[in-house]
DNA sequence: TATGCGATATTCT
DNA sequence: GAATATCGCATAG
């Protein structure tokens, strides 16, 4: 494993789709009282200013104010009332856009991920963006924390060289849904999603997303 | 592998 | 009052 160094913010591209690309494959942090952990990162989403489906898209708030703050920060936030997800911050200050993350392959700390998540299974430590939170042990109180100083919470180099980089539409939206926007390692058995979005391209004919579903579940049963 | 469903907080309408 | 950048468990094929 190569040495894993701390990324300037300088080697973050300036442009929320390229950062969402250039992450596949470089390293998140954290370090805690309880112990390091990290990991690969084999898939990201981008929210790209003016996109209907990103936090930002209704202006500034209380709880999306780091998405705000100039690229490399991190916006955590809490859904569904039971998940935390972890972005980075993308754009210049003022600008409001993010990349999130959806899935680490495990490094280090991978016992303490385990205590944390519950499981043993190393493939489901951190797939999906509300288990890597859990994982990292990271919450709430990490929401605007700079990825690129010298804190506990960062950004680092790639632990080994990374595969081919793959595209999809994004995963557990509705608005501007098509899009493709998700990127991922091809080949990771770490990243989440159905399988026939994992591989390199085609873009197939949207699927139906979790929600849609249900919507149409409710309305063909008060239809009766 | 896919589909269905409940849990549950915060924001927006 | 509705929607949501999800997860874990159940069930079916």
Not at 7 to 20: G, W, Y
Not at 153 to 163: F, K, S, V, Y
Not at 175 to 192: C, D, K, Q, Y
Request: aromatic share 6%.
């Amino acid at each position: 494993m190569r040495k894993v160094r701390r990324l300037p913010r300088s080697a973050l591209p300036a442009d929320t789709v390229q950062l969402a690309r250039y992450l596949i494959g470089k390293t998140l942090v954290h370090d805690t009282e309880e112990g390091r952990t990290s990991g690969r990162i084999v898939e990201t989403e981008a929210y790209v200013v003016g996109d209907a489906a990103g936090h930002a898209y209704r202006g500034q708030t209380q709880r999306n104010r780091a998405l705000f703050l100039r690229r490399g920060h991190a916006y955590v936030y809490f859904i569904y009332g039971v998940s935390y997800l972890l972005n980075v911050s993308s754009e210049q200050a003022g600008i409001g856009a993010g990349v999130l993350l959806r899935a680490l392959e495990p490094l280090e700390g991978v016992d303490l991920m385990r205590k944390r998540r519950g499981i043993e299974r190393l493939e489901d430590l951190a797939r999906g963006p509300g288990r890597l939170t859990v994982a990292m042990g990271v919450g709430i109180h990490d929401d605007g924390l700079d990825l690129c100083g010298d804190g506990a919470l960062w950004l680092g180099t790639e632990a080994r060289p990374t595969g081919e980089v793959g595209v999809s539409i994004r995963i557990g939206i509705t608005r501007e849904a098509h899009r493709p926007l998700r990127f991922f390692e091809t080949g990771s058995r770490f990243v989440s999603g159905p399988g026939r979005l994992n591989r390199v391209l085609p873009l197939n004919p949207e699927p139906k997303n979790a929600t849609q579903r249900r919507k149409d579940a409710k309305e063909n049963k008060s239809r009766r």
